[in-house]
């Protein structure tokens, strides 16, 4: 158990609708990342927060979009779904600050696995 | 930009073989971060191994050991007496120093170890 909390596990929903994903990071980690998993694209990192500040973006579509809270858990909201948004969606956390010579290791969540029908 | 390859899209071997799951990355940068990760069928990912580019060292970790190589750019992972629940999809990734730490992930190497 890496201590990264994801939920839901599964989610089942129609093209066009809205999902909120939800991560909470290992105690005392301040940094959130979330990535893709999907067959075609394989794992892509999408967005990095840092203490409630996006700090890096990746391959990220404008229907998505997340933020991190005060309490420090973070939330990946997809908008406008598509059948090829289906993928695992996995968070990851870790204890580093940002743009420093030396990384934390990045301990993932269990991912929640997405089906848009 | 930086790349990641993994060449062997699936390797099958019988339990107590030995397998060695390849890793080559490319990289303009001169300092890095190396690692291998594990997703078992259940889908979660497991961190095995993380690398600096500065300590070519190779590392030993039960039946895991891993081989870096700067010259050839590459950071392979070998399983010694394979077992049945070392199957799973390993990927290797790259990351950047100084940078945000986002990972570059290789496309995967699935293992299958049948008894």
């Known amino acids: 158990d890496s201590g990264v909390t994801q939920t839901p596990k599964h989610l089942i929903t129609a093209t066009g609708q809205r999902v909120t994903l939800r991560c909470s990071p290992r105690s005392g980690d301040l940094s959130v990342y979330w990535y893709q998993q999907s067959l075609d694209q394989g794992l892509q990192f999408l967005i990095q927060y840092y203490n409630g500040e996006e700090r890096a973006k990746g391959n990220i579509l404008e229907r998505f979009s997340a933020q991190q809270f005060p309490d420090l858990h973070s939330e990946l909201n997809l908008s406008s779904l598509e059948l090829g948004d289906s993928a695992l969606y996995f968070c990851?956390?870790?204890?580093?600050?940002?743009?420093?010579?030396?990384?934390?290791?990045?301990?993932f969540g269990p991912g929640t696995r997405l089906l848009v029908l | 930009a930086q790349k990641v390859t993994q060449a062997q899209t699936e390797i099958s071997v019988v339990e107590k073989e030995d397998v060695t799951l390849d890793c080559v990355y490319e990289?303009?940068?001169?300092?890095?971060?190396l690692f291998w990760y594990k997703q078992p069928p259940s889908g979660e990912l497991v961190f095995l191994i993380r690398?600096?580019?500065?300590?070519?060292q190779n590392e030993i970790s039960g039946r895991y050991s891993w081989n870096f190589q700067k010259s050839t750019s590459s950071f392979n992972f070998t399983i010694t007496a394979s077992q049945v629940v070392d199957s799973a999809v390993y990927f290797c990734a790259l990351s950047i120093i100084p940078g945000y730490s986002t990972l570059t992930f290789g496309k995967g190497t699935m293992l299958l170890v049948s008894p």
């Open positions: 990851a956390s870790s204890a580093e600050g940002v743009g420093g010579g030396y990384q934390e290791t990045q301990y």
């Open positions: 990289t303009r940068d001169t300092t890095y971060y």
């Open positions: 690398r600096n580019s500065f300590d070519e």
